[in-house]
């Protein structure tokens, strides 16, 4: 089986932090590339450091290996085949192992960057919640999460659906209040209607590029 950008992006979000693994991580087609460089430098507050390590992921097999800016690596980052890649590379550094069991267009890793992005990446990790088949995003400000403020009434959670990743957002309307208990897809769409948006779609729109160093 195949390894998914989904669980790319969560690997990088274990090895490097949640706050922008999805803005890491590139698609190359035949592979991903994962730019490793500080939060700082990828939040534009820092330059970025010469000679850093990249990672290219082969996306068939999972295989990775480290990319640094020794010249024979510089003409990789233009590789189009594995081939390619083996033979500039030679033995591979690690590998992550593709999921088996999940199906979902987006997993929680990709939920807390993009939560990240839209409400800053202190506490990105906690404002994900995860109800079995949808994640619930706590938008309160910073202040009410590190208990600095009382929690503001009315405040819009996001629900994010796993298997399609399309999201609503849900006020404090009795309603929308039940629908934390629901325990199935159809229960959410009954009770929210026409989602807002999808994360999902919104992933692919960025999944082109390369993260050079």
Do not use: C
């Not at 039940?178 to 009770?191: D, I, N, Q, S, V």
Request: overall charge positive; aromatic content about 8%; glycine content about 12%.
């Amino acid at each position: 089986m195949s390894l998914t950008r989904a669980e790319v992006v969560a690997w990088a979000a274990e090895q490097y932090g949640p706050a922008h693994a999805e803005r890491r991580v590139g698609d190359a087609g035949f592979a991903f590339w994962v730019n490793t460089q500080e939060d700082a430098v990828i939040e534009g507050r820092a330059p970025a450091v010469y000679g850093g390590v990249s990672v290219v992921v082969l996306g068939r097999t999972g295989e990775f290996w480290y990319v640094g800016s020794h010249p024979d690596h510089i003409g990789l980052y233009d590789a189009t085949t594995e081939r390619q890649l083996r033979r500039g590379l030679g033995r591979r550094d690690g590998r992550i192992k593709p999921a088996t069991t999940s199906r979902d267009a987006v997993s929680r890793a990709e939920v807390v960057a993009w939560t990240a992005a839209q409400h800053g990446p202190a506490h990105a990790e906690g404002r994900v919640g995860d109800s079995g088949f949808a994640f619930w995003v706590n938008t309160q400000d910073d202040a009410v999460i590190e208990g600095r403020m009382p929690a503001t009434a009315g405040a819009v959670s996001v629900v994010v659906l796993k298997r399609t990743g399309e999201y609503w957002f849900a006020g404090s309307h009795p309603d929308h209040l039940a629908l934390r208990a629901a325990t199935g897809e159809r229960e959410l769409r009954a009770g929210l209607g026409r989602p807002a948006g999808s994360l999902a779609q919104q992933q692919k729109k960025r999944r082109r590029g390369f993260f050079r160093h």
